[in-house]
Nanobody
Framework: EVQLQASGGGLVQAGGSLRLSCVAS????????IGWFRQAPGKEREGVSC????????NYVESVKGRFTISRDNANNTVYLQMDSLRPEDTAVYFC?????????????????????WGKGTQVTVSS
C-alpha cells in the first residue's frame, strides 16, 4: 500500500521557521519525484515545490522562493520542506505527493493536477 505521511506542522509566529517531513512507503521511493502542495482555508490547493529523484532538480513557486528549501533523504524515504521567514499567508494544510516524472510535478505546481499519490496533510499556522 502506497503511503505518504506529512508531519512537522504547527503554530509559529511570522518570521519563524518550521521543517516539514514527508515519509513514504509502499513504493520505490527513489524512482519518484516528490512535490509539496498546500491548501489554505477557502482556497484551492496550490503547488509549492518539487524535487527530482536524485535531489538535484528542484523547483519552487514564486511566492516561496528564497524562503523555502526542499530536500530529500532517499536512504530514509523522506522529503523535507524547510520553511523560513514564514508569513501569515503561508497558513495552510501542507500535503506531499508523488509522481514518476519531473515534468508532471513541474506542471502540477502550476496546474494542480498530475500527481499520482497523495498523503494526508499537516497544518501550518502562522500568526501575525
Amino acid at each position: 500500500e502506497v503511503q505518504l505521511q506529512a508531519s512537522g506542522g504547527g503554530l509559529v509566529q511570522a518570521g519563524g521557521s518550521l521543517r516539514l517531513s514527508c515519509v513514504a512507503s509502499g513504493f520505490t521511493f527513489d524512482d519518484y519525484v516528490i512535490g509539496w502542495f498546500r491548501q489554505a482555508p477557502g482556497k484551492e490547493r496550490e503547488g509549492v515545490s518539487c524535487i527530482g529523484q536524485s535531489g538535484i532538480s528542484k523547483n519552487y513557486v514564486e511566492s516561496v522562493k528564497g524562503r523555502f528549501t526542499i530536500s530529500r533523504d532517499n536512504a530514509n524515504n523522506t522529503v523535507y520542506l524547510q520553511m523560513d521567514s514564514l508569513r501569515p499567508e503561508d497558513t495552510a494544510v501542507y500535503f506531499c505527493a508523488a509522481t514518476i516524472t519531473y515534468l508532471k510535478c513541474y506542471n502540477a505546481l502550476r496546474w494542480n493536477y498530475g500527481m499520482d499519490y497523495w498523503g494526508k496533510g499537516t497544518q501550518v499556522t502562522v500568526s501575525s
